[in-house]
Each structure stands twice: as structure tokens, then as C-alpha cells.
């Protein structure tokens, strides 16, 4: 049984860095075709794709976040990483972890067949 568990979220300024991190149990973490990725969603949105990794560690990311985010993977530990860095309010979400199988370059919610519960990022200005 495959589950992604998210801890890292909490409360952060504005301009400032967070990291939230996603452990993976029950999946082929290191097989080539395995795909990791990190969603998030506001109140009132819809869900939105952040950054994916493949298996041999092509990182792919939303534009509202290259340059700022940065999301890897611990293949020794099966835990993925998202790197938060000069943080803006509208980064505020749920942030979700999710796992999958062959996924292409796009960061589309349907790829991905796991997912984790999620842990809120608030921002404060």
C-alpha cells in the first residue's frame, strides 16, 4: 500500500524560506518511470501543480515558482523535499505530495495516482 506522508508547513513570512518534506512508503521510489510531485491548493482554487520529479531526478516547475522553489528527493531515505525560498503571499495553500507512474513533463493532478494529506503553508505580509 502506497502512502505519502507531508510534515513541514506551518506559518512564514513573506521573503522568507521553508521546507516541506514527504515521506514515500509501499512505492518503487527509484524506478525510472516513477514520478513525484508537489500540488497545492487555496481556498477557492483549484488544485495546481508546483514542481514534479521524474526518476532519474528531472525536475520539472510551475512557472509562478522557477527561480524560487526547488524540489529533490532522497532516494535512501524516500522522502521528497520542497525547498521554499523567498516565499509570496500567494504561495499560501495546501500543500500536497503525490506519486505516480511514467508521468509527462506537465505537472497535470490526473498523472499522479497517490497522494498525501497535506500540510498547510501560511504566508504573513
Known amino acids: 500500500q502506497v502512502q505519502l506522508v507531508e510534515s513541514g508547513g506551518g506559518s512564514v513570512q513573506a521573503g522568507g524560506s521553508l521546507r516541506l518534506s514527504c515521506v514515500v512508503s509501499g512505492y518503487g521510489f527509484t524506478y525510472r518511470s516513477s514520478c513525484l510531485a508537489w500540488f497545492r491548493q487555496a481556498p477557492g482554487k483549484e488544485r495546481e501543480g508546483v514542481a514534479t520529479i521524474k526518476g532519474a531526478g528531472i525536475t520539472y516547475y510551475a512557472d509562478s515558482v522557477k527561480g524560487r522553489f526547488t524540489a529533490s528527493k532522497d532516494n535512501a531515505r524516500n522522502t521528497l523535499y520542497l525547498q521554499m525560498d523567498s516565499v509570496k503571499p500567494d504561495d499560501a495553500a495546501m500543500y500536497y505530495c503525490?506519486?505516480?507512474?511514467?508521468?509527462?513533463?506537465?505537472?497535470?493532478?490526473?498523472?499522479?495516482?497517490?497522494w498525501g494529506q497535506g500540510t498547510q503553508v501560511t504566508v504573513s505580509s
Open positions: 503525490a506519486a505516480g507512474w511514467a508521468c509527462g513533463s506537465g505537472l497535470y493532478a490526473a498523472d499522479y495516482a497517490y
